[in-house]
């Protein structure tokens, strides 16, 4: 299965579209902190789950590049462009995973993976992103 570091969120009545991107992220979402504790072994075991999970799409690099990339939204599936950390906090990205998207297509993740393991995700993802 693959893992885009962005999904959708469908907690009824408290989803706020994001209009141009697709997403449906709700209102509290960008504040939401990650409930592991920050550190190596947290970043280590997203390192792998993205690996099992993500790759498909994203690549080993996270650069949008997998086999199964979406050439047409390969941009937003780079998870290292600059841009992306800035429109993406931690709870936003937790969102993304736990809730997917059909267009485009980002699965869901909330019936394989646990919370934690998302977060974990989130940890590593966050690693990615370039400062310039």
């Not at 047409?72 to 780079?78: K, L, Q, S, V």
């Not at 699965?107 to 370039?130: C, D, G, M, N």
Request: hydrophobic share 35%; net charge positive; charged share 20%.
């Amino acid at each position: 299965m693959w893992c885009g570091a962005f999904l959708a969120v469908s907690a009824a009545g408290q989803q706020k579209p994001s209009a141009p991107s697709g997403w449906t992220i709700p209102p509290g979402a960008p504040n939401e902190k990650s409930p592991l504790p920050a550190g190596d072994a947290t970043v280590a075991a997203g390192k792998a789950l993205f690996a099992k999970n993500c790759t498909r799409c994203h690549g080993a690099e996270g650069k949008g590049d997998g086999p199964d990339a979406d050439h047409h939204h390969a941009d937003h599936m780079n998870l290292t462009r600059a841009a992306g950390a800035a429109q993406n906090p931690d709870g936003t990205v937790f969102h993304k995973i736990w809730n997917g998207r059909t267009n485009p297509k980002m699965p869901a993740f909330k019936e394989k993976l646990t919370r934690e393991q998302a977060w974990a995700i989130v940890a590593y993802v966050q690693t990615l992103r370039a400062t310039k």
